[in-house]
């Protein structure tokens, strides 16, 4: 088991900028990717970035390149999103996960934390 915890989220005016920290817990050592996933209300979960634990290869949604920047720091199991020139759009409830094998699976989940953007 993989244990996630978010924080860092809040309320930022469009333009500004924030960043998210999830730390890991537990079989951290079995983690193969984790990455940002984002939900607005009334909308799907959507992905938004992810980035491998041992190689530190990213990869992010079209509709966040050139703003948001995955990054992780594997002494201190912890997985960051920062997020540059903040949109309306971007208000959503972002979490956290981790996929042991395949990028297509993704295993655990943190509890999200709230990101608004005001206009």
């Known amino acids: 088991q993989v244990q996630l915890v978010e924080s860092g989220g809040g309320l930022v005016q469009a333009g500004g900028s924030l960043r998210l920290s999830c730390a890991a817990s537990?079989?951290?050592?079995?983690?193969?990717?984790m990455g940002w996933f984002r939900q607005a209300p009334g909308k799907e979960r959507e992905f938004v970035a992810r980035?491998?634990?041992?190689?530190?290869?990213?990869y992010y949604a079209n509709s966040v390149k050139g703003r948001f920047t995955i990054s992780r720091d594997n002494a201190k199991n912890t997985v960051y999103l920062q997020m540059n020139s903040l949109k309306p759009e971007d208000t959503a409830v972002y979490y956290c996960?981790?996929?042991?094998?395949?990028?297509?699976?993704?295993?655990?989940w943190g509890q999200g934390t709230q990101v608004t953007v005001s206009s």
């Open positions: 996960a981790v996929a042991l094998r395949s990028i297509n699976e993704y295993n655990h």
């Open positions: 537990g079989r951290t050592f079995s983690m193969y990717v």
């Open positions: 980035i491998t634990w041992s190689g530190g290869t990213t």
